[in-house]
Structure formats: C-alpha cells, structure tokens
C-alpha cells in the first residue's frame, strides 16, 4: 500500500487516526434497529465500518421493512434477528434512542447480543443502548457506561459504571451520548482489529 509523506513527520499509510482503511476487510458487523432510533447512532457507525472495510448488516424484526428514526429518518432493516446467529457475525451494535426499549422486546434480538457476547465477539452499544445489555444479562462484574438517565439501569444489572465517553472491557465497547461516536467507533475497531495502526 502506498504510503503519505506528511512534512516535518513521519509516512504513514492512508487511514483514518493511523488506522488502515481497509482495516476490516472480511468482517461483517450487525447494527440492530426499530423505531425511534437515534440518527446519528446508527448512521455514523454504518458509514464507519464501511469505510473500514466491513460489511455491514442492518438487522431489525423483519428483513426488507423500514425503521424510522426519532426524527423520522428511515433505514432498511437488510435481515430479520430471528433469521441469523451469532456465528454470521464478527461485531454487533446496538444504537441508542428509545429503539433499545423496543429491541429488548424481542427474544431473538437479545439472545443475539447475549451469545456474541458469550463468544468474545465485539458488542458495543451506546447511549440508551445499554438497556438491550440488561436485558441480555451481560454487564454484572463488568465495566460499563451509558446515557445518564439509565445509569440505574446499568449499576443495576451489575455493571461498575463509569462516566467517560467510551468505557472497554474485553469485547464490550459502551460509551454515552452522539457526541462519543468517534471515541466508541475508534474502540470499537480495536476491539475487531487490534493490529490496524500502522507503523511510523
């Protein structure tokens, strides 16, 4: 790959904060969706992840329908959560909004989150997010953050919650608010690719 000369520092290879672009090439995340989700939650990470490499795979209650966001934007769910495991995916996402009160709902969604988690493989979730993580009882012993106003929620479940934008235990990436998505994005890909930086 060819490399950027840039003055008075050193080459480096084309990426994004020393992360090669094609950093995930072969890996496929999960973005799971319904209603009212947060716009940037699901967008930015969609668009991330692609740009890292990944295939990126929308999943909701059923393949082919709309979700539409808190300020009516949609996305196209490409595949029900009843029709895939977690051995179809490296990652998983869980976005924020009032979309996590809903997802929850749904048995096969949070048995989804619960075996990728139980196979080590990245759940990340932001902002109100961390409800599908209590439901899917994978936070007690864990380190964890969240949107304030379910910080019960999470100290609840067992988690030692921590206010910082981004919070990684192992496989688990949680951060707080909009505002975190380049820190969460940036852990996030570690946690799939932990040799991504390139050399100096």
């Known amino acids: 790959m060819a490399q950027i000369t840039r003055p008075g520092g050193p080459a480096r290879r084309p990426g994004y904060n020393g992360f090669a672009m094609a950093g995930l090439k072969g890996k496929k995340i999960a973005i799971l969706a319904e209603n009212l989700y947060q716009e940037m939650e699901i967008w930015y990470p969609y668009f991330r992840f692609q740009e890292a490499g990944a295939e990126v795979v929308v999943l909701g209650p059923k393949g082919g329908e709309l979700r539409t966001s808190k300020l009516g934007y949609p996305v196209r769910c490409d595949k ?5 495991s977690a051995a179809d995916f490296d990652g998983l996402v869980v976005p924020g909004g009032y979309a996590p009160d809903l997802i929850r709902r749904y048995p096969n969604a949070v048995k989804l989150v619960r075996d990728m988690d139980a196979q080590g493989k990245l759940v990340a979730a932001i902002c109100h997010g961390a409800w599908v993580l209590c439901s899917a009882g994978i936070l007690r012993g864990r380190r964890a ?3 304030f ?3 019960d929620d999470v100290v609840n479940a ?4 921590e206010d910082q934008e981004v919070i990684v235990d192992r496989n688990l990436v949680t951060s707080r608010k909009p505002e975190d998505l380049p820190a969460f994005c940036r852990a996030a890909i570690e946690v799939l ?8």
Not at 80 to 84: A, F, L, R
Not at 193 to 200: E, F, K, R, S, Y
């Open 158 to 161: 067992g988690a030692q919650y």
């Open 193 to 200: 690719q932990p040799v991504t930086a390139a050399a100096g």
């Open 149 to 151: 106003a379910v910080k």
């Open 145 to 147: 953050t969240c949107f």
């Open 80 to 84: 029900s959560w009843d029709e895939v």
